[in-house]
């Protein structure tokens, strides 16, 4: 836990700590390549904790590691999405079948880098297949109807091409549905989403100001 501080001379008429750590929030989401994330305990059906953070095009890191009773990683992201928690890309992400995981150690500091794809994940230095000193456990989870449509090597010739055997149709995206970002609640209030309060949150080796959503 630490704490940041700023010359208000230095900033810009009317910013309050609430909208700096907004910003600051924001600003290390964008820092870590997240589309979005979340973290902490969250009471819904029998109450549950979850950390979670988005790249996009169907790759996450979850770290269900501090329940009990063995509930799998990809099985608290599907409930978190029923709970709406969050917004999935894809109906199909409430299918635990269409996941692949995979369990690292990852060392968050310094941020990763540009992560597009699990194994821009893999082959970093800061990701061990076994456990390390100052890395913490993480589940990587593909949503594999995006992510296969991203592998390298995934044939984009029509099933004419040479080469390619006649009556195999290359993979198609599904449609992304774009949804309009809404304002963010500030500091110390209750988001009307999820009832919760807007505060300060852990989130893997940080923080992160927001609510439950």
Same mark, same amino acid.
């Given at each position: 836990?630490?704490?940041?501080?700023?010359?208000?001379?230095?900033?810009?008429?009317?910013?309050?700590?609430?909208?700096?750590?907004?910003? !600051?929030?924001?600003?290390?989401?964008?820092?870590?390549?997240?589309?979005? %994330?979340?973290?902490?305990?969250?009471?819904? #059906?029998?109450?549950?904790?979850?950390? *979670?953070?988005?790249?996009?095009?169907?790759?996450?890191?979850?770290? #269900?590691?501090?329940?009990?009773? #063995? %509930?799998?990683?990809?099985?608290?992201? *599907?409930?978190?999405?029923?709970?709406?928690?969050?917004?999935?890309?894809?109906?199909?992400?409430?299918?635990?079948?269409?996941?692949?995981?995979?369990?690292?150690?990852?060392?968050?500091?310094?941020?990763?880098?540009?992560?597009?794809?699990?194994?821009?994940?893999?082959?970093?230095?800061?990701?061990?297949?076994?456990?390390?000193?100052?890395?913490?456990?993480?589940?990587?989870?593909?949503?594999?109807?995006?992510?296969?449509?991203?592998?390298?090597?995934?044939?984009? %010739?029509?099933?004419?091409?040479?080469?390619?055997?006649?009556? *195999?149709?290359?993979?198609?995206?599904?449609?992304?549905?774009?949804?309009?970002?809404?304002?963010?609640?500030? !500091?110390?209030? *209750?988001?009307?989403?999820?009832?919760?309060?807007?505060?300060?949150?852990?989130?893997?080796?940080?923080?992160?100001?927001?609510?439950?959503?």
């Amino acid at each position: 836990m630490f704490h940041v501080g700023a010359l208000a001379s230095l900033l810009p008429p009317g910013t309050t700590q609430y909208t700096l750590a907004q910003e !600051l929030a924001a600003h290390m989401r964008g820092v870590r390549g997240y589309r979005w %994330a979340f973290s902490g305990y969250h009471a819904t #059906g029998p109450g549950f904790w979850l950390s *979670v953070a988005y790249y996009g095009d169907g790759l996450f890191l979850v770290d #269900g590691s501090r329940n009990h009773g #063995g %509930a799998k990683d990809v099985d608290l992201l *599907v409930q978190a999405f029923r709970a709406r928690l969050a917004q999935p890309d894809d109906p199909g992400m409430l299918d635990p079948a269409l996941y692949a995981m995979d369990v690292v150690h990852l060392s968050c500091a310094p941020p990763l880098g540009p992560v597009r794809t699990k194994q821009d994940i893999l082959r970093l230095s800061q990701c061990s297949l076994a456990p390390r000193q100052g890395f913490r456990r993480v589940c990587i989870l593909e949503f594999l109807p995006l992510t296969t449509a991203l592998a390298p090597g995934v044939a984009t %010739a029509p099933s004419h091409a040479p080469g390619v055997p006649v009556g *195999v149709v290359p993979p198609v995206p599904p449609a992304r549905r774009v949804v309009a970002p809404a304002r963010a609640p500030r !500091l110390g209030e *209750v988001c009307q989403a999820c009832g919760a309060e807007v505060k300060e949150r852990p989130l893997f080796s940080g923080t992160f100001v927001g609510c439950l959503c």
